[in-house]
């Protein structure tokens, strides 16, 4: 199985409202990855979580706020986005410490009004 | 610095011919490629990859050639096949950790 699950598919949200990505995997993959993807360009990493624990943040905004509660699970809290945030959010796993094993979910697209 | 580059935005194949991808890469700690296949509004499909130590490496349809000592690998694809149109992503990693470094990309047209 090399799975990666995502929820929604698609999210419409307002810029007060708080909502959540969901990302579960069940590869035994100790490291779990969210990207952000705009239109024709490619994936910018956001967090990476080693052994649930953050191990990465590549200078995100405090309106993302990533959350691992097991070793299968990745969720993104979302609170007052901007329209500009609007994007693919992609949710990625790996063996621990071996980028090259990546798989990506199918990923959530997300509009912020 | 862009270290992975993809210089070619848009290839138009005939269906059934070869599809020749390219990509350069400037960093030479990089170990590993690969290759990713993206349609519109769905995450990214790993394709194929390559150890630094080889120059070959195929898996039916697909072959990625590496040349180390000019900075460049391709990918094959043959014969091209209709559901081949896709975006493809090249990436590297360097050594043990978590960073993929892309390339921004080749849009595959393949034309019946």
């Known amino acids: 199985d090399t799975e990666v699950t995502q929820t929604p598919k698609h999210l419409v949200m307002g810029m007060t409202n708080k909502k959540s990505l969901k990302c579960e995997q069940h590869?035994?993959?100790?490291?779990m990855y969210w990207y952000k993807q705009k239109a024709k360009k490619p994936p910018e990493l956001m967090f990476v979580?080693?052994?649930?624990?953050?191990?990465i943040n590549e200078s995100v905004p405090s309106r993302f706020s990533p959350e691992c509660p097991n070793s299968s699970l990745l969720n993104l809290h979302l609170h007052a986005l901007q329209p500009e945030d609007s994007a693919l959010y992609l949710c990625?796993?790996?063996?621990?410490?071996?980028?090259?094993?990546?798989?990506f979910g199918p990923g959530t697209r997300l509009l912020v009004l | 610095d862009q270290q992975v580059k993809q210089n070619s935005p848009s290839l138009s194949v005939q269906e059934g011919r070869i599809s020749i991808l390219n990509c350069d890469y400037t960093?030479?700690?990089?170990?590993?490629f690969l290759w990713y296949k993206k349609y519109p509004a769905e995450g990214p499909t790993f394709l194929i990859s390559?150890?630094?130590i080889k120059d070959k490496n195929e898996d039916g349809r697909f072959t990625v050639f590496l040349n180390k000592s000019a900075k460049h690998l391709s990918l094959h694809i043959v014969p091209s096949q209709p559901g081949d149109s896709a975006v493809y992503f090249c990436?590297?990693?360097?050594?043990?950790?978590?960073?993929?470094?892309w390339g921004a990309g080749t849009k595959l047209i393949i034309k019946p």
């Open positions: 990625a796993s790996s063996q621990e410490g071996q980028a090259e094993t990546q798989y």
């Open positions: 590869m035994g993959h100790r490291a």
């Open positions: 979580y080693s052994y649930e624990k953050l191990s």
């Open positions: 960093n030479s700690m990089f170990d590993y």
């Open positions: 390559i150890s630094s």
């Open positions: 990436a590297a990693s360097a050594g043990s950790g978590y960073q993929l470094i």
